[in-house]
């Protein structure tokens, strides 16, 4: 593998980041033959089973015509009324083909890629017209291919069609001598027994493409090694960012929970409810008294409930909250100038737990 990153070799899988990316752009594997064959098979369906009633229609139709061509007068004004007794009739025979055509070819595509809703496969790119673009893709691989596809079809259809009719060729010679209707139950049988074997030979072909359609689709999303590091890097950050988010974790993680630190606290201090700041006294911890936990506003207002419920004292003295707030850290001993008042603040809670 060459360590130029523009001639590196895509030789890792595609992540999920990437199939998904590929999916929201439109990038999907699809086999324009499976599709075909739907479309022909679901066709050949509607024009099997429809025959009869279609050219009964179109028999009545004609009938209608000549038996009142005599009676009817071309003009501006019978015109449209002509049109709308011909045409309502073709539609109704014709409506249920293309319907059922438009369905199949859907169907087809949505079962293979299923729903996707997107239109940046229509954007404009001067790719799809330029020459040179044009060129390259008919002389590429999937150029190769798909002329190959289209030799492969005539190779099956032509010997496949040439020896069923010709095997029915004095019948075919004799179809003029028939009524209609034997004409139509004559050809639909040989449209079936043409149709089913060259549909059999299209679905293997489009088996084989389909196969080729989705291998040339995931090795074009393979990924080099830095495509893979790029992403990687993309999803996961810059390394340092990364690094002060694990150190911030671990900060988070040494420190207690605040219901815990509040519990092994002597007092808290408020300035009201806006500042809450829960002192400790443990000389066998620290030689001064140290915070084990403080707060403003909605955290203030959390540590003075966890107190009322563990039954830790709460001392309101304004100042000395802020200071303390200010100047001291969790879990280090407060600073020499407070000492007075935080021993002060103690002196009273102790007093209080003497009195009770």
């Known amino acids: 593998m060459s360590d130029r990153p523009d001639r590196q070799e895509k030789v890792f899988d595609p992540s999920p980041s990437r199939l998904k990316k590929a ?5 999907v594997f699809k086999s324009k033959e499976l599709a075909s064959v739907g479309v022909l098979g679901a066709g050949g369906a509607v024009m099997v089973l429809g025959a009869p009633r279609a050219f009964g229609v179109l028999e009545e139709l004609t009938a209608h015509l000549f038996l009142s061509a005599a009676t009817t007068p071309l003009n501006a004004e019978s015109l449209p009324g002509l049109f709308v007794g011909i045409g309502l009739p073709v539609l109704g025979v014709m409506l249920p083909f293309f319907a059922t055509v438009m369905v199949a070819g859907a169907a087809a595509n949505v079962a293979q890629t299923g729903w996707i809703l997107t239109g940046k496969p229509l954007a404009p790119k001067f790719s799809r ?7 390259k893709r008919l002389f590429s691989s999937k150029g190769v291919f798909e002329a190959g596809k289209a030799l492969v079809k005539v190779a099956i259809v032509g010997p496949i069609a ?44 489009a ?22 590091k790029d992403e990687a890097k993309e999803q996961e950050g810059d390394p340092q960012l990364r690094g002060r988010r694990r150190q911030k974790a671990r900060e988070l993680a040494l420190k207690p929970r605040l219901d815990h630190a ?3 606290a002597d007092v808290v201090v408020t ?30 207002l959390r540590i003075k409930a966890l107190a009322a419920e563990l039954d830790v004292p709460t001392v309101e003295d304004r100042p000395l909250a802020r200071a303390l707030y200010a100047t001291v850290e969790e879990g280090q001993p407060i600073n020499e100038t407070l000492y007075p008042a935080v021993a002060a603040v103690l002196a009273e809670v102790y007093e209080r737990r003497r009195a009770v």
């Not at 999916?23 to 990038?27: L, M, S, T």
């Not at 017209?129 to 060129?135: H, K």
């Not at 029915?168 to 040989?190: K, S």
């Open 23 to 27: 999916r929201e752009e439109g990038n």
């Open 129 to 135: 017209v330029s020459p040179l673009e044009g060129a």
């Open 162 to 205: 040439y020896t069923i009719l010709k095997n029915h060729l004095p019948e075919l010679l004799g179809l003029a001598a028939l009524p209609l209707d034997a004409i139509v139950r004559q050809t639909g049988a040989w449209f079936v027994g043409l149709a089913l074997p060259v549909l059999g030979a299209l679905l293997a072909l």
């Open 207 to 228: 088996a084989v493409d389909y196969a080729w359609e989705r291998h040339r689709w995931y090795t074009d999303l393979k990924m080099t090694q830095k495509e893979v």
């Open 262 to 264: 509040v519990m092994k």
């Open 271 to 300: 300035n009201p409810t806006h500042y809450a700041i829960a002192l400790r006294y443990a000389p066998e911890e620290h030689a001064a008294p140290f915070v084990v936990a403080k707060g403003i506003r909605k955290r203030a």
